[in-house]
């Protein structure tokens, strides 16, 4: 839980591996010597949902997010879901290494705090490097992508094969869905194997794989019912691996809130789809298809007595 402070300084919220608690701990202590209220994250909030109101609001209420960064918070979900909802919330982070991890590439231009090499100096100026920043989200300059003919043919292919899959499922004919979907198997294969790096690719990859397990668990889904599977873990690794380059792709954003959804995690599933319309927005797109997950998402918070 936060340490509570009579100081008015802004709240902290440090983001963090558990495997690197040990380094959190000194950093929470540092920065609650130098008055500032911390939010460190003892696990006692994250039994049974990875975003639920708690943590969000815990988020919401600090200026700055200090991000400890390293291999094991790299691979965690958890530091993943909780940048990306600092980002969208527009609060400024503070990323800092742990080890020779390369950061997000979102962040690569921002100014990281080095805690591997000289902890003691790193902590004793971190109180003076959140003072100083902005009430903003770290800036975000875009991302300029090539995509060669060849690619931009794959890809145009692949998004009207996943379309004719949707159609399919919505239509109620899951075998049809499923015989379309087995057919999109190899293409699928061939492009992330050509073009492993591609922002797009890596979407589609995870829409590909959400897509399988809609058609796999299609009757346990209508009932409210999520199975667990690999391939929701999958799905959701791609969909990372996609809004760590760009955050503002509203099309992963979605998609990620449907794994959400998916999961149970309703709370996380409603924030990011509701993020997606809204930069979808920004971008004068009308996302409809995210507007009808986020009414499905709704009708459950209430069903489950959430909203």
């Known amino acids: ?57 815990a988020i919401a209420s600090s200026r700055v997010v200090v991000l400890l960064w390293s291999e094991a918070a790299k691979a965690s979900s958890w530091v993943t879901t909780e940048l990306l909802t600092a980002f969208h919330l527009d609060r400024f982070i503070v990323p800092c290494a742990l080890d020779r991890t390369e950061f997000p ?7 990281h705090i080095d805690l591997a090499t000289d902890r003691a100096g790193a902590l004793a100026k971190l109180p003076t490097d959140i003072t100083r920043a902005p009430n903003k989200h770290n800036g975000f300059p875009g991302v300029r992508i090539y995509q060669a003919p060849e690619l931009e043919a794959i890809i145009r292919d692949l998004n009207t094969c996943q379309m004719a899959v949707l159609d399919a499922v919505g239509k109620d004919q899951l075998a049809e869905a499923a015989t379309l979907q087995q057919q999109l ?90 993020t997606a319309i809204r930069c979808a927005e920004n971008d004068g797109v009308e996302y409809w298809q995210a507007k009808n997950d986020r009414t499905i998402i709704e009708a459950r918070l209430i069903d489950a007595g959430q909203a």
């Open 105 to 111: 590439q979102f962040l690569s231009r921002a100014v």
């Open 1 to 57: 839980m936060p340490r509570k402070s009579s100081d008015t300084r802004p709240s902290i919220f440090i983001s963090h591996s558990s495997a690197n608690v040990a380094v959190a701990q000194e950093v929470e202590a540092a920065l609650h010597g130098a008055g500032f209220e911390v939010w460190l994250d003892h696990s006692d909030i994250r039994v049974g949902v990875l975003l639920g109101k708690e943590l969000q609001n």
């Open 185 to 274: 198997d190899p293409l699928m294969v061939t492009a992330e194997t050509t073009w492993p790096y591609d922002p797009t690719i890596l979407n589609l990859a995870a829409y590909h794989r959400k897509n399988s397990y809609m058609i796999t668990h299609w009757a346990e889904y209508c009932a409210s019912r999520f199975p667990t599977d690999p391939l929701l873990d999958h799905a959701r690794a791609r969909f990372f691996e996609t809004l760590l380059i760009n955050p503002l792709e509203y099309s992963a954003l979605n998609g990620l809130g449907n794994i959400f959804l998916f999961q149970g995690e309703l709370d996380a599933a409603h924030f990011f789809v509701s």
